[in-house]
């Protein structure tokens, strides 16, 4: 037989062992474990998880997202989000430990942790403002009236089934809840590119879009107690290849970046839009810093990053292809969407930053989504020191 002392020594070896295992596996499950009770979304594509194929069938209008290879990388089949697996909204909830926020227009969901009413292709201003001036022309459907507005009297009307305000249950609930507002302002732009120059566009549209994006923050602190949101900025869409394509005959060698092949009036939009939106933002939080945290997401920054440096997050050099499209320059085409029989998808697409045109691919988002992470933990962490400050000094100020 082995020594007693050393058969001993041994197992209190392999019990401090299984301690500290015990311990780091306790420390991530807490980490992992949300702050929040529910998420609600109001958003367009980058946020969209399954609303689009409802509200353009309600529009009569067709779509290919229904069809692979969306959807394929992660669901295994295409589930109405315009990647080929997850969104940033989906890979934010699983990294606070909840579970993927369902469609608002999807028939019988439960919506006991949130409501996603993004819809893809959302603009920010009611469609009636695009539709009056002929943007983006041809006198087609687009933009449907899915824009912010819509989606907030989507939420207010949902609202009555998730809580009661007589004995205020739904500020107490919506105050145990992130909502994020945006992404909103691509489609806007986009748009408007159609049919107005950069300086209208800055002068009559930007303006606009924030004011609006603004306003509905406010709404939700001030009517429903919502106190983290999240407010994402907007993408280069310099570098995002149907803006690319659409300027191909128009843009000359000085319009481009000549380290990225971004356009750079088009991404200086982006960030005066960032920028406003930035300092709108801090205008509320000086309103309303007491009842509310309001998290700016940088969605501008990260794309940036993997366009600059592709190779650094797995992506193929030529970073602006996209991987599913038809012919063309960024094998990208208006007339050969992904999803139509004459479609060319890629074999991998985690090597592409860009899925099927100004859509990220999964892998694209996750480095956004780890970012956004970041800064909602940060949030949620200063929110409940200034909770705990608050409470002390209540206290304090009791036993004077």
Not at 17 to 34: F, Q
Not at 97 to 120: E, I, K, R, Y
Not at 132 to 157: A, C, H
Request: glycine letters at 8%.
């Amino acid at each position: 037989m082995g020594n007693p002392r050393h058969l001993r020594c041994t197992v209190l070896l392999i019990l401090l062992i299984l301690g500290l295992s015990l311990e780091v596996s306790a420390m991530e499950e807490d980490s992992r474990r949300s702050s929040y009770d529910a998420i609600f979304s109001f958003g367009d594509s980058f946020a969209d998880t399954g609303n689009k194929p409802i509200a353009f069938a309600m529009n009569s209008v067709p779509v290919t997202v229904m069809r692979p290879p969306y959807g394929t990388t992660f669901f295994g089949h295409p589930t109405g989000r315009t990647t080929d697996g997850r969104v940033i909204l989906d890979l934010v909830a699983d990294g606070l430990g909840l579970p993927f926020v369902p469609p608002s227009l999807a028939p019988n969901s439960s919506f006991l942790h949130g409501a996603n009413f993004a819809v893809a292709g959302a603009t920010t201003l009611d469609a009636e403002f695009y539709h009056s001036r002929d943007i983006p022309g041809g006198g087609g459907k687009f933009p449907i009236n899915t824009s912010l507005n819509v989606q907030m009297e989507w939420f207010e009307s949902l609202k009555p089934s998730l809580c009661s305000n007589a004995n205020g249950e739904c500020k107490e609930f919506f105050g145990r809840s992130l909502f994020f507002v945006g992404e909103f302002g691509v489609n806007d732009y986009h748009l408007s590119l159609k049919k107005l120059t950069l300086q209208q566009i800055r002068s009559l549209v930007v303006p606009n879009v924030i004011t609006t994006i603004s306003t509905a923050i406010e709404r939700l602190i001030v009517e429903h107690g919502a106190r983290t949101v999240v407010v994402p900025g907007v993408i280069p869409s310099g570098c995002s290849p149907p803006v690319l394509t659409f300027f191909s005959d128009r843009a000359g060698p000085a319009d481009y970046d000549s380290r990225t092949g971004c356009l750079k009036e088009i991404n200086e939009l982006g960030t005066h839009h960032n920028s406003l939106l930035k300092d709108a933002l801090s205008e509320l939080r000086a309103r309303h810093h007491r009842h509310a945290s309001i998290v700016y997401a940088d969605f501008f920054s990260p794309i940036m990053e993997m366009v600059q440096s592709p190779r650094e997050f797995g992506f193929r050099d030529e970073v602006l292809m996209v991987c599913c499209g038809g012919p063309g320059r960024y094998n990208y085409n208006d007339s050969v969407v992904c999803g139509d029989p004459d479609a060319t998808p890629c074999e991998n697409p985690s090597a592409s930053l860009y899925f099927d045109g100004v859509h990220l691919t999964e892998a694209g988002y996750r480095h956004v989504a780890d970012a956004w992470l970041s800064s909602i933990r940060s949030a949620s962490a200063a929110a409940r020191d200034n909770m705990e400050c608050e409470e002390n000094a209540s206290i304090l100020g009791s036993t004077q």
